[in-house]
């Protein structure tokens, strides 16, 4: 494989890789006939990232040479990093980018051309790999939004830098709404300050969505992709679904295209039951109905459903009360009401707990050799190669 | 008890905001006091705060447009909250383009103080942003820990020289020493002194220029270079001086001897006293 950039495209380039790092410690890079693809994902699978360049991106593009199979190869995100780690200097002195794969040594060599005569190359050792294949189609999501990176990167700005997880959400009158989510911690007694943005419709291109729909994700990692779809002034695009469901956030242009995939939380959110107006459903069925890779098949535990609080506030006499939300109730298998925790030990028996993130989100199933540790995987058409060598 | 308020022109809230990150920077935790024509942030010289304490006053009319309060009862008609200054300075921090700020007590889940901001954006909808700031509502019968402190006559009194100057100077004796003694006289000289085993470093302030005292009689039987001093922890005079992110209209200092040093700053029409104990 051998392929050049130049130009400002190295910036871009730049800034993908900046934008992955934000997300996972391994990279794996791939090129495909349609293009470059970088790719990502993080330790504990509940997010995954995909930048792909089209062959017009760069100013020479070779996907193989003759003969030769189509390489891939994972590298340590820490060492392809380093070498766009200044912007600054990417901008200013690099005129050309050069990243070459060559079979016989083990090599990932990208170099730089820069200003005044100066070449830096770097070799950067990698490890071959399978394909790193996320299962998702936004054309299933119901919800879209679509909307200028920079109206995302104002909403998102009142946010503390640390905070986590946010919820999104449909309000009355198409209202959408950004709500810091914390967890709650029984022990703690320091509450944490709630920031809620409200933006109206007309800051969106396109606004598919049903009122009351609602998702939370990790902010940290979706502001990855809002850093690079501001940069390089692009329209960020959310499907979503219901919780639990992954999120698809993408960004696309001529020359690229970029696809970011969330999981978002799924479980009840115990403020929400002091407010008699919100009912506790039973846990998603499609979870259990499934074995198949579908994207919310997910190796881990707590299928509890979840609910957003988006409640009317107590006393508020602003005019932005929102509504309440339920799951809007799919082909529910019969079960009793009981405590979700203890239907999800009757429902699900064969659910162990994986490694399981710290945040209870679910993994993202990929269908793929790279299924989390002790997950009770039935058969299921994978949709990605035999793992060879791994597990 | 209720509480709601509006701002909307610019200036007053780039104003209220700087003060509110001045308090952040004073104090992690500290206590705003609501009344019908003043808004105080109070710091008390509990332990926990290694005795120092604060009393910031603010005008309510001179920045809000609307302000209602009801307090405790009639004849308490004042509201006490205790909350932790970052949350309000970050939740103004959004206010800096903002058409305008609006700030009331509600109870969403839990008592809060919630501040929202109208914000201009480039479609014709508004966008608000809201932030619920957590608050302990502090009971009746700890208000009396609360009250303005009393400022015991000084020996001496004196104008501060520029902030910046006096913050740098002691960051870099920070470094030397864990604690100063500040010393001033009443013919506007001003020392600050590190001593360690090694080396001795004063800085001197001079010309600065002492207001008048209140009371004469102490003033009758000193020399006016006679210099009244106390020994303070040098941490909590550099945290004070680096809350000071602007430099104040009014600027002054008044020393008890061994007991206290007492500042007293004025940034347009706010005060800010703040107190540092003697190191024992």
Known sequence: ?391 | MKFRGKIVDGACLNHFTRISNMIAKLAKTCTLRISPDKLNFILCDKLANGGVSMWCELEQENFFSEFQMEGFSAENNEIYLELTSENLSRALKTAQNARALKIKLTNKHFPCLTVSVELFSMSSSTRIATHDIPIKVIPRKLWKDLQEPMVPDPDVSIYLPVLKTMKSVVEKMKNISSHLVIEANRDGELNLKIETELVCVTTHFKDLGNPPLASESTSQDRNPEHMAEVHIDIRKLLQFLAGQQVNPTKALCNIVTNKMVHFHLLHEDVSLQYFIPALS
């Open chain 1, 1 to 391: 494989m051998k392929c050049l950039v130049t130009g400002s495209n190295v910036k871009v380039l730049g800034k993908a890789v900046h934008s992955l790092s934000r997300i996972g410690d391994e990279l794996y890079l791939e090129p495909l006939e349609d293009g470059l693809s970088l790719r990502t994902v993080n330790s504990s699978r509940s997010a995954y990232a995909c930048f792909l360049f089209a062959p017009l991106f760069f100013q020479q593009y070779q996907a193989t040479t003759p003969g030769q199979d189509l390489l891939r190869c994972k590298i340590l995100m820490k060492s392809f990093l380093s070498v766009f780690r200044s912007l600054v200097m990417l901008e200013k002195t690099v005129e050309k980018c050069c990243i070459s794969l060559n079979g016989q040594s083990s090599r990932l060599v990208v170099q730089l051309h820069c200003k005044f005569g100066v070449r830096k190359t770097h070799n950067l050792s990698f490890q071959d790999c399978e394909s790193l294949q996320a299962v998702f189609d936004p054309a299933l999501c119901p919800h879209v939004l679509r909307a200028p990176a920079r109206v995302l990167g104002e909403a998102v700005l009142p946010f503390p830098p640390a905070l986590a997880e946010v919820t999104l959400g449909i309000g009355r009158g198409c209202r959408v709404i950004l709500r810091s989510y914390h967890e709650e911690d029984a022990d703690s007694t320091v509450r944490a300050m709630v920031t809620e943005v409200c933006l109206g419709e007309e800051d969106f291109q396109q606004l598919q969505a049903q009122e009351g729909a609602a998702i939370t994700f990790c902010l940290k990692e979706f502001r990855g992709l809002l850093s690079f779809a501001e940069s390089a002034n692009l329209n960020l695009c959310i499907h979503f679904d219901a919780p639990g469901r992954p999120a698809i956030f993408t960004v696309k242009d001529s020359l690229l295209d970029g696809h970011f995939v969330l999981a978002t939380l799924s479980e009840t959110d115990s403020y929400s039951q002091d407010l008699g107006s919100l009912e506790r459903h039973r846990p998603v069925p499609q979870l259990q109905a499934h074995s198949t890779p579908h994207p919310d098949d997910f190796a881990n535990d707590d299928i509890d459903s979840y609910m957003i609080a988006m409640e009317t506030t107590i006393g508020n006499e602003g005019s932005r009360a929102l509504p309440s939300i339920s799951l809007s109730p799919g082909p529910q298998p019969p079960q009793s009401p009981g405590s979700p925790s203890e239907e999800e030990d009757e429902a699900e028996p064969s659910t162990v707990p994986g490694t399981p993130p710290p945040k209870k989100f679910r993994s993202l199933f990929f269908g793929s050799i790279l299924a989390p540790v002790g997950s009770p995987q039935g058969p299921s058409p994978v949709l990605a190669e035999d793992s060879e060598g791994e597990g």
